[in-house]
């Protein structure tokens, strides 16, 4: 069974506006993390937001929130006030447990539209 | 702030071939993670390392190998290469258990 599952491959969203990319995952552990990346054309991988299975908020950073709903186990990032610069890939990404291993979802790209 | 630090960036072999990547982590980090993101797919986890010692281990083909040394910087070896292993390799390091996860710039691999 896949680990990390995105189902939007691809999204478009004005500028100015929010857009949520979803995450699901698959995990028997009871202690995991998520993550979200932004990967750009120019192909570099850039952290945006970490979200812990204990952690009782959900995680903010700036303009990037993740909304944490453990029951469904679903980790999706919502962006808002996007921005012409938003435009690229957006990987969810899981670490279960102890382990230094990371499994990755396929990704969805976003356009941003003037 | 010091970034992750992978050479060399773009590297062109033929089949057969061995090929050598290097990592540099951002100073302090104690683990270091090699992933291979082929055309149009997301990252796959190859191997991680965790204070100099082989930490977990994802799809890495037997042809590869990989070591942290005494200074944290980590090689991943490559051998007898083949025209599936062109890639975008990227390295990213973390301290601890991580709550971040770095990644360098990637060394893009070309077998031809």
């Known amino acids: 069974a896949q680990k990390i599952t995105q189902t939007q491959p691809g999204m478009f969203v004005q500028e100015k506006e929010a857009v949520t990319l979803d995450c699901t995952y698959d995990?028997?552990?009871?202690?995991?993390?998520l993550f979200w990346y932004k990967q750009p054309s120019s192909g570099e991988m850039i952290f945006l937001i970490y979200q812990g299975s204990y952690d009782q908020q959900n995680a903010t950073e700036g303009r990037y929130s993740l909304n944490f709903q453990k029951a469904r186990k679903s980790a999706n990032l919502v962006i808002s006030a996007s921005q012409l610069g938003d435009s690229a890939m957006y990987f969810c990404a899981m670490r279960e447990g102890g382990f230094n291993k990371f499994y990755f979802g396929s990704g969805t790209k976003l356009n941003v539209k003037p | 702030a010091a970034g992750v630090i992978q050479s060399p960036r773009h590297l062109i072999k033929e089949k057969r071939e061995t090929a050598t990547l290097k990592c540099y982590p951002i100073?302090?980090?104690?683990?270091v993670y090699w992933y291979q993101q082929g055309p149009g797919q997301d990252p796959q986890f190859l191997i991680s390392?965790?204070?100099?010692?082989?930490?977990d281990k994802g799809s890495i083909p037997d042809r590869f190998s990989a070591q942290q040394f005494s200074d944290y910087h980590s090689e991943l070896n490559m051998s007898s290469l083949e025209l599936g292993d062109s890639a975008l390799y990227f390295c990213a390091s973390s301290l601890g258990t991580p709550e971040e996860q770095y990644f360098g710039p990637g060394t893009r691999l070309t077998v031809t």
């Open positions: 390392f965790y204070e100099k010692m082989q930490s």
């Open positions: 995990t028997s552990d009871p202690s995991y993390g």
């Open positions: 100073p302090r980090h104690d683990t």
